[in-house]
């Protein structure tokens, strides 16, 4: 029976991204297992081609995408993750929750660093389906190892040191957040399918949990154009998010709220 859908699924149009599949034999018996998992798979794989609308939740790493895509991209840091999110996905993924996972950056290291964000978490709160989840982002001096100078390169410093005094920022809590989040949500079956952005490793096994126990899917919308293997592994489909998608989904310039005064977009960010 299990090769019967292999053979059906290797030469299904995919209605998800409207190419043929290409996933391994191991990863679609994982995705099929049993047939009780069978069943609950054709409510929510977006890959299965049903023309259902599904629930869709969003788990947005921030720290991630903003270094893996936003970062040094002005233009882009205006973004509507609903509506990014809506573009990637197809019409049959409902989102009904966006979660942002982030921590307030210090001013220590960019002076305008906290009112721009404040400006873009304002802006998030206009849309009723993003909850913004807070963790802690930390600058702290600290010192570290230094490579030693090579033999045939004069040393700047005599003697060369071993270690130097470095600024290091930590961001701390959004991926356990999100983890924990996900495994609630899927528990308590909140969603029919759940799509994480990110493209860190950390969270391969909670989203396996969520796919192989609790017999949800869940897949990557990948910051970047070459996702790492292990996530591509445990990911129910894998969708990349194209920079002109990001570029679709700007706030406006200004945001109008009733009774109070407009969101404007930071000025470096134009």
């Not at 921030?62 to 999110?85: D, P």
């Not at 079956?189 to 969270?203: E, K, R």
Request: charged residues 25%.
């Amino acid at each position: 029976m299990f090769y019967h859908i292999v053979a059906l699924l290797r030469n299904w149009r995919c209605n998800f991204c409207g190419d043929c599949l290409s996933f391994n034999e191991t990863h679609l018996r994982r995705a099929v297992g049993s047939k009780a998992t069978l069943e609950r798979s054709k409510r929510g794989f977006c890959f299965l081609g049903k023309e259902k609308f599904m629930r869709t939740f969003i788990y947005v790493d921030g720290f991630n995408l903003y270094h893996r895509m936003l970062q040094g991209n002005g233009h882009l840091k205006w973004l509507n993750l609903k509506e990014l999110s809506e573009k990637v996905l197809r019409p049959e993924n409902v989102v009904s929750r966006v979660n942002y996972y982030t921590a307030r950056v210090s001013a220590r290291l960019n002076p305008d660093g906290p009112k721009n964000q404040q400006k873009y978490l304002d802006a998030l709160e206009t849309v009723p389906e993003i909850k913004i989840h807070y963790g802690n982002f930390q600058v702290n001096k600290k010192y570290s190892p230094l490579v030693p100078c090579h033999p045939d390169v004069k040393p700047i410093f005599q003697p060369w040191p071993s270690v130097v005094r470095v600024i290091k920022t930590e961001e701390k809590g959004s991926d356990v957040n999100l983890a924990a989040h996900l495994v609630r949500d899927a528990f308590r079956n909140a969603f029919d399918v759940a799509a994480v952005i990110t493209n860190d490793t950390d969270l391969v096994e909670p989203i396996r949990i969520v796919i192989e126990e609790l017999q949800k899917p869940v897949g990557i919308l990948s910051p970047v154009t070459k996702p790492a293997k292990d996530l591509k592994d445990v990911a129910s489909f894998l969708r990349f998010i194209r920079p002109a998608q990001v570029s679709q989904s700007q706030f406006p310039d200004s945001i109008h709220r009733p009774n109070t005064t407009p969101i404007v977009r930071p000025s470096t960010w134009l």
